[in-house]
């Protein structure tokens, strides 16, 4: 489409843009090594890689994230963004289902032993209740 205007492309233009595109694989390639790395550990040290909850998160994954691409190519921004929370629920599945039940494994915290006592998290509860709404407020007068 042309608006009249001539177009002009610089050297710091194509080069500001090479080096964009740059940074953008290679972060890709870091995640993706560290993706596999993680996942590589996960199954060393508890050799739950492809359990049930694993594949159908893995397949929850790929299939919310063609309806991303799918919601962004119709114009429907609200439901790419449902998908990509779904992707990021999906990813933290995989993850917290293979380091069940730690925690922390290397100070050998479980599940069961960061449990805190009911009267601790009704105390919590009741603080929230109150301060969050003040919290909010400000927000709102602001």
Same mark, same amino acid.
């Given at each position: 489409m042309n608006t009249g205007q001539p177009t002009t492309i610089t050297l710091a233009g +194509? !080069? %500001?843009g090479l080096v964009i595109v740059a940074f953008t694989v290679f972060d890709g390639v870091a995640f993706l090594v560290?993706?596999?790395l993680t996942l590589g550990v996960i199954h060393a040290t508890s050799g739950a890689?492809?359990?049930t909850v694993?594949?159908?998160? +893995? !397949? %929850?994954?790929v299939g919310l994230a063609g309806g991303y691409v799918l919601a962004l190519r119709r114009g429907r921004p609200v439901l790419a963004?449902?998908?990509v929370a779904g992707v990021v629920v999906a990813v933290l599945g995989v993850f917290a289902s293979g380091a069940y039940p730690y925690i922390d494994r290397g100070a050998?915290?479980?599940i069961e032993s960061a449990f805190v006592s009911p009267l601790m998290a009704n105390f919590?509860?009741?603080?929230?209740?109150?301060?969050l709404p003040l919290v909010l407020s400000y927000f709102v007068v602001l």
């Open positions: +194509v !080069l %500001g560290l993706l596999g890689l492809f359990t694993v594949i159908v998160c +893995v !397949l %929850g994954t963004f449902v998908a050998g915290l479980t919590m509860t009741i603080a929230t209740s109150l301060l």
